[in-house]
């Protein structure tokens, strides 16, 4: 009897809460296909974080579930999201490699009570959707528009343009054409091609007979981001002169080893190199090298998956894991830390981040393989986008 009393006061203290949850975090991203890469390096990052600080927080324990969404497929990713939130009961979602993705989830974030981190899709728009969008990763305009500065100085004046015909693309083209004329600068021609398109002999047929010195391109990482490069020395541009200036997208680390001396020298400017110097991500290369295998495959959507998982963190500690979307991105707006990229912070009113940008150049090291080297920093960078799209 008296056991049974004490069994009862136990589960109705229980009930009140005082007893340890499960917070699902789910996370959405190509994790097969030929986009794999790309989501084993969201894996990676995110397995580095709970490595590095555990998988409880208070009485709290943390589980991710996966979803996998091999292409840009909007109606799929709103589906998989739904059953996230309705089924899977999780409070967060998170991931999203491709912009389209991520902007078919922003409607159903109110009502599901649910904050969205986007880890990856770089449409400047996407956090203008709904206020529950924090992002880690980085925008097109943030990282495009420095490059600009840098084709200019490089002597050149006249450029040709060439992006995926989506979010990104268009924005990268807005952000270089911005950047550049603000110099001085041309654009020449501006080319937006169907995301499809893997083969680029046409294109580069055309970036000849258009007479610019230069070209600008981007598109999203992953096996056409190496097909292009690859073309560009393939079809004799880098032997004509025609310099080459794009995001760092378009040199991922993953890609360099097959491209190999077809990069050599091409300079780009993005948020993260993986030879960055520092301590901070030592530890995080570390880590997410043990994570993910293989350290060649190491990748940009793993810093942007960490830095998310270090936000989620710091979600669910101010909510003590309570579901209160709101409440769990307004204890985020204006967090600052320091991330493997370098120093970054949460912009409060956007709420995409506020991160360094670098020049870098693809050098190669004493043993051979090919690096990102980081040979300048535009420092605190926001999102040049934001106020272009107002
Ligand atoms: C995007 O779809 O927003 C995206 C994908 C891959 C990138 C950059 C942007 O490398």
Do not use: C
């Not at 922003?106 to 728009?125: D, G």
């Not at 997208?249 to 020298?265: H, N, Y």
């Not at 995080?284 to 090298?289: D, I, M």
């Not at 004493?366 to 420092?379: L, W």
């Amino acid at each position: 009897m008296k056991r049974a009393i004490i069994a009862a006061f136990a589960a109705i203290i229980m009930g009140s809460g005082a007893y340890a949850d499960t917070i699902k975090i789910g996370v959405v991203g190509p994790f097969s296909g030929p986009f794999a890469l790309q989501g084993k390096n969201f894996k990676a990052g995110i397995d580095a974080y709970m490595a590095m600080h555990g998988t409880t927080i208070g009485d709290d324990t943390v589980e991710i579930i996966y979803r996998d969404l091999p292409a840009a497929d909007p109606a799929q990713s709103k589906a998989l999201a739904q059953e996230l939130v309705v089924k899977e009961k999780a409070q967060y979602l998170a991931g999203f490699y491709f912009t389209p993705d991520a902007m078919a989830v922003t409607p159903i974030l109110k009502q599901a009570n649910v904050p969205l981190i986007v880890m990856n899709a770089a449409t400047s728009a996407i956090v203008t959707k709904s206020p529950l969008v924090v992002r880690t990763s980085f925008t097109t305009w943030q990282t495009s528009t420095p490059i600009a500065k840098v084709a200019h100085d490089a002597g050149v004046a006249k450029v040709i343009s060439i992006v995926s015909d989506y979010g990104p693309g268009i924005d990268a083209e807005n952000a270089f054409k911005a950047g550049f004329e603000k110099e001085g600068g041309a654009v020449v021609e501006a080319i937006r091609m169907p995301l499809s398109t893997n083969d680029f002999s046409p294109i580069m047929q055309r970036i000849k007979d258009s007479g610019a010195q230069g070209v600008f391109a981007f598109l999203p990482s992953g096996p056409t981001t190496l097909g292009f490069v690859k073309a560009y020395n393939e079809n004799g541009l880098k032997a004509a002169g025609i310099k080459f200036f794009a995001p760092g997208d378009l040199t991922q680390e993953s890609d360099l080893p097959a491209l190999g001396d077809a990069a050599l020298g091409i300079q780009t400017t993005f948020h993260y190199a993986v030879s960055h110097d520092s301590p901070e991500n030592k530890a995080f290369v570390e880590a997410a090298s043990k994570a993910i295998g293989n350290p060649a495959e190491l990748s940009f959507p793993s810093v942007g998956a960490f830095d998310g998982m270090n936000v989620i963190y710091k979600m669910i500690e101010a909510t003590g894991g309570e579901q209160d979307a709101q409440k769990a991105v307004d204890a985020v707006k204006g967090l600052s830390w320091i991330s493997p990229r370098g120093p970054v912070s949460i912009d409060p009113e956007s709420r995409h981040i506020t991160q360094n940008i670098y020049l870098r150049e693809v050098t190669k090291a004493d043993d051979g393989s090919y690096y990102n080297k980081e040979i300048q920093t535009f420092e605190k960078q926001g999102d040049p986008g934001l106020a272009a799209i107002k």
